[in-house]
């Protein structure tokens, strides 16, 4: 039996965190969709056309070592807003979410495009400063030298594009949970989630 969890939000709000955290407690898989347009970022940095990376992503490519750098978000939400690349990453993320088990795929669209029948939805939000400070640690602690300041103006800039594009704007679905992780700890936002689900998910 599928069961789908979307969890959409901005950049660094905790979502890959809380995804990861309900998969392990359901024994759901988990899809980081992000991961799709870092790695059409990533190869369009290397000379790439971004439609034609779109179309010929495969799997592994989601494995490459440097997806996670700034310069690499930047790319994925530059390439995020071209249709023709969403188009592309649509059938891979459908049939993921369909899988036989479970699945959660956080992200920006889920709960609106790839999956509106998703059984549960969560629209996970904070503010850009403290967004922008977990970023900043999450930056520091592998080595990458960036101000808070120029963090908080990316962080700002992203969410900009991701919410002002005209295909598939970040948004809450209408029936996406909020949950605002700004003065949570990471163990009550992932408790929050995960009863959020349960209670969609019914008795076991
Ligand atoms: O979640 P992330 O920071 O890894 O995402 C990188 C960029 O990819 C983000 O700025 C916008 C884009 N993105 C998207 O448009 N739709 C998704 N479902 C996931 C990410």
Known sequence: MSFTVAI???AAAGKGTIS???AAHFGFAHLDTGLLYRAVGARVRDGAEPIAAAKALRAEDLEAGDLRTQAVADQASRVAVIPEVRAALVDF??????RAGGAVLDGRDIGTV????AEAKLFVTASAECRAERRHRELTERG???SYDDVLAAVRDRDQRDRD???APLLP???AVQLDTSDLSIDEAVARAIEIVARRRGPE
């Open 144 to 146: 990458e030298i960036q």
């Open 114 to 117: 790839i999956c509106p029948e």
């Open 165 to 167: 594009r005209a295909t």
């Open 8 to 10: 959409d939000g901005p």
């Open 93 to 98: 993320q459908r049939s993921f979410a369909r």
């Open 173 to 175: 679905a209408s029936d």
């Open 20 to 22: 990861k955290a309900v």
